[in-house]
């Protein structure tokens, strides 16, 4: 099996089959959007409660009576796109043309419904009146349905007849079980892949919306589900469709042009203009340093070994960097910053954590309040979690981030890691003074990490698409989590706790992933780039901090070929004696992977393919042929390229250039 993701039509230099441009499929520029022949005929048809309007790569027909939605693609393919909205809606109101479609009601649920085509998408918009709820999309359905697309993390394609799929959550699959698109998704959207077509679903009303996952004759469907909340601001609710030419990333190329069309997608070539120092994340692995490595002689070591790119992260504990191991990071030509939380308030007199302890009445008055008036417990239901907005309020008189941030990085620091922000974790706050709904959360948060991201190399966790423009790089999003991951790590015998001091257990013990959590987080075949495709280019991704290089031994291998073909920094954890026994084998990883991230990390992944029809070797190409990378996850070798291995070429290149991690490094 081959795929494409199709390319700008100035690719040269690839095969035919690597640039074709599909005409249903999804055009990572504008070629395809945006189109005369889109727009124009905009308004379609309407005979009775069949509304057919014009879509890039056919037509889609809306039952006005039921949000039925299916389509006919240019070479009149039928597709069902959604089956008619669950629960039912009551009967429909009048249906009024408009220039783009046409408009309608459904006074018994309070709805008022408008359709229209847009940019080559359908777009459909629900506004309600009172409080509620609707199902729908109703997805999956199609008989030809074979894959389903999902941004957990960087991004998983889910064949639906899939045996490990279809089992519930206990099992590590995702039958029975329901997502929170706002929190769960790295990128509000999901997919559908039939053969040679497909659609992409793009919800940007994300939050109160939920994805349900269930198992019908052993098929996987979706059903999406919006809230409509007055005193949460979701009474809005707006999802486009787009025929696509069944690609698997081929919904994170629609969405990545959609951010462009909107002026909404960041640019990490823009943002190295604006601060140089971004430019030190070309080629750079990412490690957090304990013990001797946060010095300046292990700084030194690590420039001995030959890596000339890093960046370096240190907790917020009473040993910090100091100011010449600092200074010697940034002459070696290392990143290095502080990981930071606003996020978390504690007595300041028992604190457990120095970035839990604030001065003044922060805690307990900045405390998010529920409904009932308690506060919201923080992290591990240590104190609270801390209102974005009562900061927002206090700050222009009382300088409580600005004062933090200046104290943190009093050694010099040049980069910043702000746990927690930019993830989809956001509250409604009934505090008197500082009332918010998780949208306000949102931008209140967005507003001080433009801020932070004007003179610190930026970086939070688990990174959603809403942050893209002001964060120059992310911990957590090129991980699928699952939700067993969460109770391994409770498990302080197995995964490790946090001593000793110098060497914390939680970072360093290796642990062996069960293995039905290998398989939902690892399993090649499963996996696709769906955040990359999306976000390469704007900002730079990689794994969760506490899931080091050397935290998981039997993925070694595995994750060192994800993040060549994927073009993203492996993450470390190192101490003293780690970077003696590690860092040689480090060096040479970061030794292959500098010269390519150099040239392709600010470009955007143009192309994603399975060479096999197993998908063990997959193929990934960056801007026009500037980067083309081949890896074999499988046992055997294909077309010269053994097993465990990556080819990488640059457009530059004779010749390959090739790393096969599970063979002595350095």
Known sequence: MTSDVPQSPKATGRSRTATRVLAASLALTATTFGVAGCDSAAAGTLEGSRLELPVAGGTAVVDTASLAVNARTANGRALVLSGPAGGGLGKPGPVTRTARGARWSYPDKGLEVSAGAERGRLRIKLRADRDGSVSWPVTGTDRAAAALQLPRGEGLDVPVRDAFWNSGAQKGGLAGSTLDVGEGLTLPLWGYSMGSAGVSYLTPTDLGTSLRFASTGGRLRTTAAHAFDAGEDTRDYEVSFTLTDGNPVAPAADYRSYLAQRGQLGSLRRKIRQHPANGKLLGAFHAYVWGDARTASGVGRLKQLGVDRMWLGYDAGPDPMNAAAVRAAKKAGYLVGPYDTFANGQDPKSADSPTSAWPGRVYPDFCIRKADGTPEGGFGDRGCYLSSRAFEKAEPRKHYLADRTRTMIANGADSYFLDVDATGLLFRDHGKGHEMTKADDRAMRLARMRRLSKNLVLGSESAHAWANQVLAYDHGSGTPDADGLWKLERDKKTWGGYFPEKAPGAFFKPVKLPAELATAMYDPKYRVPLYETALH??????????????KLPEQKTTRA??????????????????????????AALQKYFSPLHRAAGTEQLTSFRWLTGDRSVQRTVFGDGTLTVTANFGSRAHDGLPGGCVDAKLRTDDKPRRLCPAQPQG
Do not use: C, H, I
Request: charged share 20%; hydrophobic share 40%; no cysteine.
């Open 537 to 550: 280019g704007s900002l730079v991704n990689a794994e969760r901090w506490e899931l080091s290089y050397e």
């Open 561 to 586: 070929l994800l993040a060549m073909l994927y073009n993203t920094p492996l993450n470390y954890v190192l101490d003293g004696p780690a970077l003696e026994k590690k860092g040689p084998g480090m």
